[in-house]
């Protein structure tokens, strides 16, 4: 079984800083591409930014320049750094990873989600 567990969301200031963290975890042959989502109240889950295993990076344009991915291969785990939050950035933030598992000795790549982390922006 694999898991990915988030970390690092919270309350913060307009204009503040967080830094979300996910840890993948379990039965893993490899990690392809992580990313960040986010879904706010009443809204559908939008991409926020991605990774792929070599390290190219994604973003969508409203959040360019103030946020940074990154990603720990050694430690299986994705890094979001989010700068000059804005209110309508509350919501909560999940963690994708495209992970390839060995299953009876075949490779297989399976999409897998973490448990969401709540972000909110407020003064």
């Known amino acids: 079984q694999v898991q990915l567990v988030e970390s690092g969301g919270g309350l913060v200031q307009p204009g503040g800083s967080l830094r979300l963290s996910c840890k993948a975890s379990?039965?893993?042959?490899?990690?392809?591409?992580m990313g960040w989502y986010r879904q706010a109240p009443g809204k559908q889950r939008e991409l926020v930014a991605a990774i792929t295993s070599g390290g190219s990076t994604n973003y969508t344009d409203s959040v360019k320049g103030r946020f940074t991915i990154s990603r720990d291969n050694a430690k299986n785990t994705v890094y979001l750094q989010m700068n000059s939050l804005q209110p309508a950035e509350t919501a909560v933030y999940y963690c994708?990873?495209?992970?390839?598992?060995?299953?009876?000795?075949?490779?297989?790549?399976?999409?897998?989600w973490g448990q969401g982390t709540q972000v909110t922006v407020s003064s």
């Open positions: 379990g039965s893993i042959f490899s990690i392809n591409a």
């Open positions: 994708n990873a495209d992970i390839t598992r060995r299953r009876i000795g075949v490779l297989r790549k399976y999409d897998y």
